[in-house]
């Protein structure tokens, strides 16, 4: 992106035979500063990346990926993209890189793309402080909620919330109730590999029913623009148990029922 041209610029007519003397001075100081600092080396700040949609992503709609370098020193990075392996960078743009308060650096790259189900895309880094180039994959987790339990008046009920074929590893999961977190009665399995490179991880929630309560899981991943909160609803037809109710945090009204293969990219 180029910043608009000044309105009304200023001549100086003697500008380039002056930069060429200035050029000469800073040379001289610049050598001498070498020997005087004993020759220091660069400073290198490699880049943070990551890789997410910039809008709420749903199968055969038109999107862009977003791969966000940040807090790199010194500018630019370069940035490729990948669709199921063949290289789509001609595809994607790059911004300008942006300084920071710090004076590291941030830049984008934005990339087109109308998900299908099955897609995989990467983003990858090149920078002057990484050994090897950074690669980042973009892969939505799948999510189920299900009841695996029901309450006989006196034990408690049981629902497990399930995200699976997901990447990067890391990811968090939580439940609400009636809008407030759910601190207790909650148990969770380790982030487990698929053998795929995806990853998997269950949730276990315990609660007593109550008449007109709202029971949520809550699911936080790097491929995500924000959480997405999966409701449970238990006057669902049987045949319809798989499918959960997705809604954006905060959001007043619902957004509709979808499956999974409406909305997910894996």
């Known amino acids: 992106m180029k910043t608009p041209d000044f309105a009304d610029p200023i001549e100086w007519h003697d500008g380039y035979k002056y930069s060429v003397i200035e050029q000469d001075a800073c040379k001289h100081n610049l050598d001498?500063?070498?020997?005087?600092?004993?020759?220091?080396?660069?400073?290198?700040?490699?880049?943070?990346?990551?890789i997410y949609p910039r809008d709420d992503v749903h199968l055969g709609s038109k999107s862009t990926l977003v791969c966000f370098s940040t807090r790199f020193f010194p500018p630019?990075?370069?940035?490729?993209w990948t669709r199921n392996g063949l290289n789509v960078t001609d595809e994607s743009t790059l911004s300008q890189y942006y300084p920071n308060k710090d004076n590291t650096y941030n830049q984008f790259s934005h990339l087109p793309f109308t998900p299908q189900e099955g897609d995989v895309?990467?983003?990858?880094?090149?920078?002057k402080a990484l050994q090897?180039?950074?690669?980042?994959?973009?892969?939505?987790?799948?999510?189920?909620?299900?009841?695996?339990?029901?309450?006989?008046?006196?034990?408690?009920?049981m629902l497990i919330c399930t995200a699976y074929n997901f990447y990067p590893k890391f990811i968090n999961v939580t439940?609400?109730?009636n809008g407030q977190k759910i601190k207790g009665d909650v148990t969770s399995t380790e982030k487990m590999a698929n053998g795929d490179w995806y990853y998997q991880i269950h949730s276990h929630l315990q609660y007593m029913p109550e008449s007109g309560e709202e029971i949520s899981c809550v699911v936080e991943h790097a491929s995500?623009?924000?959480?997405i909160i999966y409701k449970w609803d238990p006057s669902m037809r049987e045949s319809d148990k798989k499918e959960t109710l997705r809604t954006d945090p905060g959001a007043h009204i619902n957004t509709g029922l979808y499956t999974e293969k409406h909305w997910s990219v894996y």
């Not at 995500?224 to 959480?227: D, Q, V």
Request: hydrophobic share 35%; glycine share 2%; aromatic share 8%.
């Open 132 to 157: 090897i180039p950074k690669t980042i994959t973009w892969v939505e987790p799948q999510v189920k909620v299900r009841s695996v339990k029901k309450s006989d008046g006196s034990h408690p009920a």
């Open 121 to 127: 895309y990467t983003c990858t880094v090149e920078h």
């Open 175 to 177: 439940w609400l109730r």
């Open 224 to 227: 995500l623009k924000k959480p």
């Open 76 to 80: 630019p990075v370069r940035i490729r």
């Open 32 to 50: 001498f500063a070498i020997k005087a600092f004993k020759n220091p080396s660069e400073a290198l700040d490699a880049p943070q990346s990551s």
